[in-house]
């Protein structure tokens, strides 16, 4: 191998990824998959422990940077973009991830979601959605669909679900990725790409809660299910899914992006996907094409383009002006509306 | 300014009370201020109170919409703003309307009669125009019609009448500084440059100002001009500063002397955001500067930032401490650096955004959730926030904790004369980053605890993201003092509740002890007076002129409301009469009759407005004289 990822010229394995925390989630939680890709591609791409961070809510998911050998806050809850930002603004050196819930992202901290995707602030925004919340022991979430018989709504949930992914593009988010925590690859390849994205990267990963929400996605992440429910996302490639590649999404005569049987529209006729499109909405269409985890639901990356980079933004303008006004004297500075002096 | 030698005589007075009144739309802030800095080249002592509406137009005409600036300046030391103006300047009925009670008798009334038409008469709730009845008989009314005469100033200007008018503040800043025999030239140069890139307003503002001060040369309507002749200051440089610019440049001071880049996290807010204004310009200073969503994210970028090794800052006014508690406490509990300045106004609520209170004392002390106890320092005057923002920074860095800094509405807005300090004989602020690993583990394997402590000051070791070797967690989760490993030992929990209350303790000792004002001695006087914040001048004032009267009052006052300074006790001690006045409902006074079982008495005031001194005196002799 001439090729080695290293870390300060080391090469590091999951191992060195990993804190010496006991992992603390309920056995058969999604989590601890989403924890071993997080690890083995840190290690895979060679990334510096010291200069990663994990910034993370309140929530079972937020429990991860314990377990991360990295430097790491486990803050408030919906809090971590609004931490996030002000340190990828301050430190633009740092890689800085954050994990997140559904409840702790899109309920109690859905403000702070949102404008950090606005300002494109480079952070890695992961959320972990199982529909439920899960440290509070099962109540139902920003996520939950309707009619969700949960603690707090035992006669089945009226409140309309946000689709995260939906609401990241609404947000002006400049790459928008969805996962799940069935297949190991598939995530670790949309986080690397996150990782290596300049601005406000957000991946949705859909995670098993087996003990509030059991298969709440098992539907379309199921092994046997996978093939013909799961329409992957190849920037480039024709929109295609099934067994034998037997699906497909195509635009219908309504303008309205739709699912078809290739035999019948004909290849030619299938959606390329461009993850690149500078305006948004097809990869809005992509993203309503399931009404919920149990139809065909596209994975893998919505979108992904440029803009400029937040913190990098700010540190260029207070570069600008130390280049054309010279470093700042404090002396001056308490002159400089005026002064008289007194001998 | 005239070929005209003046025919006035020119009388000499020690100190004079100016207050200009007119519509928000008047620019009355903006006279205000340029005679200030007019005034402060005599050099006059100086301190000012500006006085406007939440609204940025209220009602036109109406006393809801009255806007003032109150100058005090004086050819000796003085500390408030004063209690009752001189000279009112009134730009239409409503200003007279809603100012005139607080005039001293037979002072001078200085009217735009043009303003005074019969719709402007019944907005301001008029029956009758006071100018044309005995309803100022008591007065010296000088009827100018300022707004014809600013027209007529800019006749041939080019600029067209409607846009003319709104330059008759200038005509009365010029008559005014004709009046108390202010220069003319930082006004007219200033002018030149603000409006360098708009001939009509520049010329319009030039010639309105020039014609009133050309208008009391020549208009034979005033005896005599005065004038205030130069105070004497200490020698060295000045320059007059608000209390939010001192308290912005005093942040960016102490991010020199801690050579930590500063970072403010920050949502607009009355009267907080001229702090945001001020810090957003100073780039070249390395300052980075966030507008947030919301007060909330103000202070967790502000925690963040301070995360990554910044001198982080969040500034706010009363609603903004309410949404930022959590973040504090958790800044509490991984003990990081942050200082949060709460620039007081009248709540609760809403409340009333311009006006000042010191009502939030006891919500910085004591409200958060569990246990989280932060050090408060206040501010006591404009300058002073200087001094305050460089003290709340050195105690946040040196023991890793957020601190309150108090400020308020008056402070934030008032200005005065501040002898400018030498940066460079500042102590510096070590923030004494680890950089090697502070705990070697039973395998001899090296790595570090963040949560070891230096034994006197009970600050934790603290190293910043980037450094190899030092990775670490920190979090909302108790954790096991040294390690900071997640621990929900309960022994482990009273120790930490413990620690992180001792810090308090270890600042006690470290602050300086406070000073007792007192002629006759340590306990010597019948009264003793506490003062806090912005309530230090009033207090002052009235101290001393209870002692003119040949009474005995002391006086202490506290910069820092947590921990107090440790001698407070013992002083409090010696007085059998302690009287606290606050712009509140006797907060410090609940705070110390709790701390030190004394009988401290409330003096309360919360009208959105600064104590007088004349109330101050009158409480005190009150006091004595009931003995």
Same mark, same amino acid.
């Given at each position: 191998m001439t090729d080695v990822a290293t870390e300060n010229g080391k090469v590091t394995s999951r191992k060195d990824w990993a804190s010496d925390q006991e992992v603390r989630w309920c056995p058969g939680c999604g989590d601890f998959t989403i924890l071993a890709a997080m690890q083995t591609l840190l290690a895979d791409i060679g990334a510096r422990r010291e200069s990663t961070v994990f910034v993370s809510g309140i929530g079972c998911s937020s429990r991860f940077p314990y377990y991360m050998n990295t430097y790491g806050i486990h803050s408030i809850h919906g809090r971590a973009p609004a931490i996030a930002s002000g340190l990828a603004i301050a430190r633009p050196d740092l890689d800085v991830w954050v994990i997140t819930g559904d409840g702790d992202a899109l309920s109690i901290g859905g403000n702070h979601f949102i404008h950090a995707m606005r300002r494109n602030i480079n952070l890695n925004i992961v959320l972990f959605n199982n529909q439920i919340y899960g440290l509070t022991k099962g109540q139902y979430s920003p996520t939950s669909e309707v009619g969700s018989v949960t603690k707090s709504t035992p006669y089945g949930s009226i409140d309309a679900p946000f689709n995260p992914v939906s609401l990241a593009l609404g947000a002006e988010a400049t790459y928008v990725a969805r996962s799940h925590d069935m297949d190991r690859n598939h995530m670790m390849e949309v986080l690397r790409r996150a990782h290596d994205h300049r601005g406000t990267s957000f991946v949705e990963i859909y995670q098993n809660c087996n003990v509030y929400n059991d298969g709440a996605f098992s539907?379309?992440?199921?092994?046997?299910?996978?093939?013909d429910y799961l329409i992957p996302l190849v920037h480039g490639q024709a929109t295609r899914y099934g067994k034998e590649g037997e699906y497909g999404v195509a635009r219908g005569e309504d303008g309205h992006l739709r699912l078809v049987r290739v035999d019948e529209v004909g290849e030619d006729a299938l959606l390329i996907h461009d993850e690149s499109l500078e305006n948004p909405s097809q990869a809005f269409e992509l993203s309503r094409l399931a009404r919920g985890p149990h139809e065909p639901t596209p994975i893998g990356v919505f979108r992904s383009v440029e803009r400029p980079e937040y913190g990098s933004e700010v540190a260029r303008q207070v570069a600008d002006i130390e280049g054309k006004k010279g470093i700042g004297d404090i002396a001056t500075l308490l002159k400089s509306s005026g002064t008289w002096s007194v001998n | 300014m005239t070929d005209i030698t003046t025919q006035h005589s020119v009388k000499e007075l020690d100190q004079v009370v100016v207050r200009f009144a007119g519509d928000s739309g008047d620019g009355m802030q903006l006279a205000g201020n340029r005679f200030t800095v007019a005034t402060s080249l005599i050099p006059n002592d100086i301190a000012t109170l500006p006085d406007f509406p939440a609204e940025i137009r209220a009602p036109a005409g109406t006393p809801a919409g009255v806007s003032s600036f109150q100058i005090h300046f004086s050819d000796h030391d003085i500390l408030t703003p004063g209690d009752k103006p001189d000279v009112l300047v009134a730009m239409n009925p409503a200003a007279l309307k809603v100012h005139l009670s607080s005039l001293v008798p037979g002072g001078v009334i200085l009217a735009n009669v043009d303003a005074f038409d019969e719709r402007s008469l019944s907005k301001a709730g008029y029956s009758s125009n006071p100018l044309e009845d005995d309803e100022l008989s008591s007065y010296r009314v000088y009827k100018v019609p300022m707004t014809k005469l600013t027209l007529e100033a800019c006749k041939d200007a080019g600029v067209k009448p409607r846009d003319a008018e709104r330059s008759k503040n200038f005509f009365a800043l010029g008559l005014v500084s004709w009046m108390y025999t202010r220069p003319v030239e930082p006004t007219i140069d200033w002018i030149q440059k603000r409006f360098a890139s708009n001939e009509l307003v520049r010329e319009a503002n030039l010639r309105s100002f020039k014609a009133g001060y050309n208008f009391g040369e020549t208009a034979e309507l005033f005896e005599s001009q005065y004038e205030v002749p130069a105070a004497s200051f200490r020698e060295g440089t000045y320059t007059s500063v608000t209390g939010n610019t001192a308290l912005a440049w005093g942040l960016v001071a102490a991010s020199r002397l801690a050579k930590m880049p500063l970072f403010l996290g920050s949502y607009p807010i009355t009267p907080a955001s001229d702090v945001l204004h001020e810090l957003a310009k100073l780039k070249e200073f390395g300052v980075k500067t966030f507008q947030a969503e919301d007060e909330i994210a103000g202070a967790g970028s502000a925690l963040g930032a301070a995360f990554g090794g910044s001198l982080a800052v969040t500034t706010t006014s009363g609603p903004g401490i309410d949404l930022k508690a959590e973040t504090i406490g958790l800044a509490a509990h991984l003990e990081l650096p942050l200082v949060i300045v709460d620039i007081q106004r009248v709540g609760p609520s809403t409340g009333i955004p311009t006006k000042t209170e010191q009502s939030d004392l006891l919500a910085v002390v004591y409200g958060r959730h569990g246990e989280s106890p932060v050090p408060v320092v206040a501010a006591m005057s404009p300058s002073n926030a200087f001094e305050a923002a460089i003290e709340a920074c050195r105690m946040a860095v040196k023991y890793r @904790?957020? /601190?309150? *800094?108090? %400020?308020?509405?008056?402070?934030? +807005?008032? %200005?005065?004369?501040? *002898?400018?300090?030498d940066i460079s004989n500042m102590e510096p602020i070590d923030p004494n980053f680890l950089e090697e690993p502070n705990h070697v583990d039973d395998e001899g394997k090296s790595s570090y605890w963040p949560y070891i402590r230096d034994p006197e000051t009970f600050a934790r070791q603290w190293a910043l993201p980037g450094t190899p070797g030092l990775e670490h967690r920190v979090g909302g989760l108790e954790h096991q003092d040294g390690s900071? &490993? /997640? &621990?929900?030992?309960?022994? +482990?929990?009273? #120790?930490? /509740?413990? *620690? #992180?209350?001792?810090? *308090?303790?270890?600042? %006690? #000792?470290?602050?300086?002890q406070v000073e007792v004002n007192d002629p006759d001695g340590l306990g010597g006087a019948d009264v003793l007076l506490v003062s806090w914040g912005s @309530?230090?001048?009033a207090v002052m004032a009235g101290v001393k002129r209870v002692r003119a009267r040949g009474m005995k009052a002391a006086m202490v006052h506290l910069v820092h409301l947590n921990p107090f300074p440790s001698n407070l006790g013992d002083v409090l001690g010696h007085y059998r009469k302690i009287v606290v006045p606050e712009i509140n409902s006797g907060q410090l006074c609940t705070m110390l009759r709790a701390a030190y079982l004394v009988d401290a008495q409330s003096l309360s005031k919360v009208q959105g407005l600064p104590f007088k001194t004349a109330e101050i005196e009158a409480a005190i002799m009150d006091v004595i004289d009931n003995d």
């Open positions: 539907d379309i992440t199921g092994k046997d299910r996978r093939a | @904790t957020p /601190v309150y *800094l108090l %400020s308020d509405g008056y402070i934030a +807005n008032s %200005s005065e004369p501040w *002898l400018l300090p900071g &490993s /997640v &621990s929900y030992d309960p022994l +482990n929990h009273e #120790r930490m /509740v413990q *620690l #992180r209350q001792a810090k *308090l303790e270890a600042i %006690s #000792r470290d602050i300086p @309530t230090y001048s």
